[in-house]
Structure formats: C-alpha cells, structure tokens
C-alpha cells in the first residue's frame, strides 16, 4: 500500500480560506495570455501541488497540452510555419493551442491544491461544489487509472473508493491542528494572489 503524502499547506491555511484563496485566482489567471508567464505560473501552481501532497500525473497533462494543441493546428491562422501534406502549421493556431492547453493544466493544478477533503461550504450548494471539486480531483489523483477499454468499469470503481455505499464519517481534526499560524497563512494568500494578479497588473 503506498504511504499517503503530507498535505504541507493544511498546517498553515484551513480549508475553507484555502478553497476561496484559488477561487479568486481564476478569473486573473484567464487574463494572462503572455504564455512564457503562463508557463512559470503553472509551474509554481505544480509545486503548490506537491506541497499540498498530491501526485501529478506528468504524462497525462503532456498529452492533454499535445492534444489541445494539435487540434487547434488543423484550425490554420496567421503565417505558416511548415506543411505536412494538406496540413499547414501555421504560428497563431500553434500559439494559440499551446497556450490553451498549458491553461487548462494550470487550471487543473489550481483546483488540486485548493480542496481537501476537510472543504465544506455553507448550505446545499456549498457542500454539493466541495464534494464536486473533492472526486474531481480525487479521480486525478487517483491511484487507479480510468482504462479506455472499460472506462465505465474503472471509472466506477474509483467512485466507490473515494464514496463508498455505507455512510462516511465527517472528517475529524485534531485539536492541535485546528490553531493555524496567522503570519503564514496570511504569507500564503499574498504570495498567491501576487502571483497572478501582479502579473495582470504587469502586463496592463
């Protein structure tokens, strides 16, 4: 069985500022469309990631980077870079795919350290986004893999891992884990949000 990794980002920030902390990212991470600062933010967002404990599946995102972008290639825009037969590559749909690809693994970086499984919203619709976000990127971490020749079957049988048919008991935090340092966790949310929204404001 392998030994589950150290969440390192829960002992200074709880959940709830945590999950709201990423959430106010989104909208300024879209806003930068400079793909070298995309690149590093996604970066750092991969770091964030493994000191939230998680695993990164590195071939899985390449492939989803490789994949967006080769399907914006078949859309030719602006000058032409090379032919493959009917195939033109051109710099704009090259760029363009690139940079959403890189996006929407950053994206997915973002949410992977955000939520924890101690994440719970107020009301209805609070708890149904946090268990919503929690198997997203519980699938993602998982440590079984969706198989393409039985993607029900696998997909089914990570669910019941992460949500088991017999009720769950809530979380329980101990008492020494509840008292978060105030100068890290406010550390934590300014280096975040400087992070992307002082590179918004850089690129203006």
Not at 60 to 86: E, R
Not at 128 to 152: H, P, S
Request: aromatic share 14%; charged share 15%; net charge positive.
């Amino acid at each position: 069985m392998r030994k589950k990794r150290k969440d390192r980002i829960s002992r200074i920030i709880s959940p709830t500022p945590r999950f709201w902390t990423g959430l106010t990212l989104i909208p300024g991470y879209f806003l930068i469309d400079n793909l070298f600062l995309k690149l590093m933010l996604v970066g750092f967002f991969a770091f964030m990631v493994l000191l939230a404990g998680k695993r990164i599946r590195y071939f899985y995102f390449t492939m989803m980077t490789l994949s967006i972008t080769f399907f914006h290639i078949l859309t030719p825009v602006g000058q032409i870079l090379w032919t493959m037969g009917p195939l033109a590559v051109t710099a704009g749909a090259l760029y363009t795919g690139f940079l959403k690809g890189v996006t929407l693994s950053g994206l997915v970086f973002l949410s992977l350290f955000s939520v924890t499984p101690a994440l719970k919203l107020p009301g209805k619709l609070g708890g149904l986004l946090g268990k919503m976000f929690y198997y997203f990127e519980e699938i993602l971490d998982g440590r079984k893999r969706v198989q393409a020749w039985d993607f029900i079957g696998s997909l089914d049988n990570i669910l019941m891992e992460i949500f088991p048919p017999a009720d769950l008991p809530s979380p329980q935090v101990k008492k020494g884990e509840t008292r978060k340092s105030y100068p890290f966790k406010i550390l934590y949310i300014l280096l975040l949000e400087l992070s992307v929204w002082g590179t918004v404001i850089c690129l203006l």
